[in-house]
């Protein structure tokens, strides 16, 4: 059985609330990058964080993940079964999170299917790869992403579009409720890009959440059903027919010239 019939069920309402994020604010070296950020993400959405390097996008997934904690400012999950207010990280739903892959360590020895196995590990058990319950999880997305002839290769042997979907991998094998992607299509040729968007089309069909970041306007962020345009604040919200406008992009960007419409 593959992990997409694995997949959580399509959500009972498609306007309940899994995020509500209230006047977020959080910097580095007390200088901030992101600036009273309100946001709710709707369980079930699929929403694309577009804007320039340094805009926040980055920060602001790894806040939703609780991974780093704002400065000031509220976060609110409704999972299926609880409504927490936090900026820790318990009582979050099962995420998913995948990093800019320009953040790994491709030196480090370890293979793909151990990559992803990781994923799977509770801490005070033996490691996943040693578990077959693990490594039948672990195929299984393989064989979703069209990776399973990659399992044994070192993750350094890879070309930058596999790498994307090793790490993408990872971040679904689990199953989860909220997905949190930066960049998943950054580098990756038109083939891998449109694979990755078909696996995201599939989970989001089946009711998982997926906040995803970008700079690939007319490849991804039009495609999606809603896009929010970030550069420290919130500068638009909605679908990517409204909001990917010529007054909008100078605003995120400074120019139009760049932008690939």
Known sequence: MSIMDHALPPPASTTATMISMRNIVYG?????????????????????????????????LKIIAGLIKPWSGSIVFSTTTTTTTTTTNSNRPVIGYMPQVESIDWDFPITVEEVIALALWKRSGAMPWSNRYAREKVSDVLE???????????????????????????????????????????????????????????LSKRGVTIMLTTHDISGVASRLPRVVCLNRR????????????????????????????
């Open 28 to 60: 580095y070296s007390h200088v901030p990058v992101l600036e009273g950020i309100s946001l709710d993400v709707r369980r079930g959405e699929k929403i694309g964080i577009l804007g320039p390097n340094g805009s926040g996008k980055s920060t602001l």
């Open 144 to 202: 979703v992403l069209g990776m399973s002839r990659y399992a044994k290769r070192q993750i350094r042997e890879l070309s930058g579009g596999e790498q994307q979907r090793v790490f993408l991998a990872r971040a679904i094998v689990h199953e989860p409720e909220l997905l949190l992607l930066d960049e998943p299509t950054s580098g990756a040729d038109h083939h891998t890009r449109e694979d990755i968007l078909n696996v995201l089309d599939g």
């Open 234 to 261: 919130i500068l638009a919200d909605g679908s990517a027919k409204d909001i990917l406008t010529q007054d909008n992009l100078l605003r995120i960007y400074g120019l139009v010239d760049s932008m690939r419409l």
